[in-house]
């Protein structure tokens, strides 16, 4: 059993993988509104009758709306949601075990842009200072885009390698 994220365009490689490993898939997480992050959503919930699940806020139909530090389960598994707003409203971290799916919130190195007309600069400095921060330096990072020298990393590397982790000094 298992959860599909942020499924985005061509989906057939994700179904195929589905289909091959014979997985039950429960629910679909997507960890913010853009097109790109749940593109395929509607057909892995066609194939497979997993259930869209999202922030309360985002405007994509889920069947699920979720809140920070709310818990469920998906199979075996137990998602944590934390809401992350700063990209976009509605912009969560999925926490699960000892894998942290960041979306658009944080990627290898960097962090997801803040100029786009429903971002907020301020709130994305809170959520990268106060809620990624605060996670375990431990967690495997698996970001929504391979933007980095690496597709994957841990709390712990960003925290000592990303720039946009660094709080400013006071002079």
Not at 35 to 51: C, I, K, L, S
Not at 79 to 96: A, C, E, F, K
């Amino acid at each position: 059993e298992g959860a599909v994220i942020d499924p985005s365009f061509g989906i057939e490689p994700v179904i195929s993988a589905i289909d091959r490993h014979r997985l039950k898939i429960r629910h679909i997480l997507v960890t913010h509104r853009h097109v790109d992050h749940h593109a395929g959503a509607a057909d892995v919930r066609a194939r497979t009758g997993a259930r869209v699940v999202a922030h309360a806020l985002a405007p994509i139909g889920q069947e699920v709306s979720v809140q920070d530090g709310e818990e469920f389960r998906s199979g075996p598994l137990t998602v944590r949601v934390i809401h992350t707003p700063g990209h976009t409203p509605d912009s969560v971290l999925y926490l699960i075990e000892d894998h942290l799916a960041t979306g658009d919130t944080l990627f290898v190195g960097e962090c997801g842009r803040v100029d786009l007309p429903e971002s907020d600069p301020r709130a994305m400095y809170d959520s990268l200072l106060h809620r990624v921060l605060a996670l375990d330096d431990r967690l495997i990072v698996l970001p929504g885009h391979d933007y980095g020298p690496t597709p994957t990393s841990t709390i712990g590397r960003e925290r000592a390698e990303n720039y946009t982790l660094e709080a400013p000094q006071p002079r």
